[in-house]
């Protein structure tokens, strides 16, 4: 078992991040990019843009990355027994290209209440302070919910640009990584990262988010995975596991997956504006 120790479980109470964690092997990352690259080669701009969004559907060895016992123990420690994937991402930046992530709260803008959720940053790539690492505002996620500026700015690899103000970047601290390593996060801590400036690709794969089974989609629709316990509130529709790469069935899923989610957002996002004018 892997689960939290006490120092580990002091740092996520106290910061509102708990890093590095031991996954898995940097030749077991290297694997894991292959298959990310085939993909991105076999069937071009499938994980582009909104594309990046749940890639474990069509790519067993990110699905197995999803359901890692591993992730999993150390994922109980912090919301307990009863697991649910909502959903995972990819962050690739790319040498020489303007991509970056702004300061701002998951919990923002992903709609699960309550926040008893937790991120996990996988890194396919090292992710260091040259290469755009992941950087987090310590403490910033035992305050309220902060206002975020929607910037739509250029090179940000958040949808909508959502951006914290006055975060006091010098306080912040880099999450350096090995490939194979993992960080967890809180919903409502502060996070962002810079540019690549190395000559390698920097890819991160994001869970994002575990959820407990009391947790409600409030803001969109999303499906689930039930990744370990049982689901004792059946709040969401179950999905299954990928049976084999970029067959044909998990890649309508897929699409069908990211058109329903984008839909119910944008819907409930513009209520949410107008109705708080």
């Not at 307990?80 to 709260?105: M, R």
Request: charged share 25%; net charge positive.
């Amino acid at each position: 078992m892997s689960y939290l120790n006490s120092n580990q479980l002091k740092q996520y109470e106290e910061e509102g991040f708990v890093s590095p964690i031991d996954i898995f092997s940097k030749d077991k990352a290297l694997d894991i990019r292959n298959e990310i690259e085939y993909i991105e080669k076999k069937i071009p701009n499938e994980l582009e843009k909104s594309g990046r969004y749940n890639a474990h559907l069509i790519s067993p060895l990110l699905d197995e990355v999803t359901h890692n016992p591993k992730i999993l123990d150390s994922v109980q420690s912090l919301i307990g027994k009863n697991i649910l994937v909502c959903g995972t991402t990819l962050f690739i930046k790319n040498p020489n290209e303007k991509g970056f992530v702004s300061y701002h709260q998951d919990a923002k803008y992903i709609g699960l209440e309550p926040h008893n959720w937790v991120t996990a940053w996988v890194a396919i790539t090292d992710s260091n302070e040259e290469n755009g690492c992941m950087r987090m505002w310590s403490g910033s996620h035992k305050n309220s919910l902060k206002d975020h500026d929607q910037k739509f700015n250029e090179g940000n690899l958040l949808t909508r640009g959502q951006t914290v103000k006055n975060v006091p970047k010098e306080k912040t601290i880099p999450l350096i990584l090995k490939a194979g390593q993992m960080s967890l996060h809180h919903p409502t801590v502060v996070h962002g990262s810079d540019l690549n400036k190395s000559n390698d690709r920097r890819i991160g794969f994001v869970i994002q988010s575990y959820i407990g089974t009391n947790v409600k989609q409030v803001l969109g629709k999303n499906s689930v995975q039930l990744a370990r316990g049982v689901d004792e509130f059946n709040y969401h529709e179950k999905i299954n596991r990928p049976k084999s790469l970029l067959r044909e069935k998990d890649l309508k899923l897929k699409k069908k997956k990211m058109i329903i989610s984008k839909t119910f957002f944008t819907r409930d996002l513009q209520e949410k504006v107008l109705t708080s004018e």
